[in-house]
């Protein structure tokens, strides 16, 4: 697919995807969504892609959220892709791991966009919110969700119903943030994060964010132990050849060639 505001790269077993319409803070207009739900859906298909790292270009912003002029120029909100808002909000059958790169502001859709991903890397001069309330909206992409599941519900009120925005080491305090860098020293902290995730073979990382998703749902702890090996991950990572390899690897100290398989 030829993209207009995202760009694709994939190496090494990473997939990065950039948001990129620098000009308006890559805010995410129509095209931009389903340019997304592509790029996702390539992501989740590709089995030589093991991680998926998210960023935004420009050092202004990640993602400043819905691209709110070109709605109201076009008279009509815009209709969000199969997989929801960006083509991930919605994406609960993915299992493999996502990294959001924010440097910058990650407001509205921006921030829900990261709080979908399971790592999330902030520089210093980013910041966070979801102000929807200030402009007679609900941040319904799953911020409001994600936010209070992944903070607490005293910390989430806090950000949600005064639409405030916090900055990125407030953030780090809270938990959202995994780890909080200087701007010089970003784009090693993303490598850093790359190698030591593909370092795990990809069918166990991918059953243990399956476990961990899925297992947050349980009723109870007793209830998550008993069906995790019921979960499609869990079968596809027991059952694999890199299982056994790990294994062989360890006996014979020596690094583990992984296959994905």
Not at 56 to 84: C, W
Not at 133 to 150: D, N
Not at 217 to 225: F, H, K, V
Request: proline content about 4%; some cysteine; glycine content about 10%.
């Amino acid at each position: 697919m030829n993209y207009q505001h995202i760009e694709v790269t994939t190496a090494n077993h990473i997939t990065r995807i950039t948001l990129n319409r620098p000009e308006v803070m890559n805010a995410i207009s129509q095209l931009m969504h389903d340019e997304l739900q592509h790029a996702f859906d390539q992501y989740a298909q590709d089995k030589e892609q093991y991680l998926c790292v998210v960023a935004g270009t420009g050092e202004r912003a990640f993602s400043a959220g819905s691209d709110l002029k070109a709605i109201a120029k076009q008279g009509k909100p815009n209709v969000y892709p199969a997989s929801g808002y960006a083509g991930l909000i919605e994406r609960f059958d993915l299992d493999k791991p996502l990294i959001a790169a924010v440097d910058g502001v990650a407001v509205g859709g921006g921030f829900e966009l990261a709080l979908a991903c399971d790592i999330l890397i902030a520089t210093t001069r980013s910041r966070f919110g979801l102000p929807e309330p200030l402009v007679g909206a609900v941040a319904l992409g799953g911020g409001v969700h994600r936010l209070a599941r992944q903070i607490g519900l005293k910390q989430a009120m806090g950000m949600i119903l005064t639409g405030d925005l916090v900055d990125a080491e407030a953030g780090f305090r809270m938990g959202f943030v995994t780890q909080l860098v200087e701007p010089a020293d970003f784009e090693a902290a993303i490598a850093s994060w790359c190698s030591r995730v593909l370092r795990c073979a990809p069918l166990a990382t991918r059953a243990s964010k399956q476990t961990v998703m899925r297992g947050l749902d349980a009723a109870s702890l007793e209830q998550a132990m008993q069906e995790q090996a019921s979960y499609p991950a869990f079968g596809a990572w027991y059952q694999s050849a890199d299982r056994m390899e790990g294994a062989a690897a360890f006996a014979e100290k020596r690094t583990p060639l992984w296959q994905g398989k």
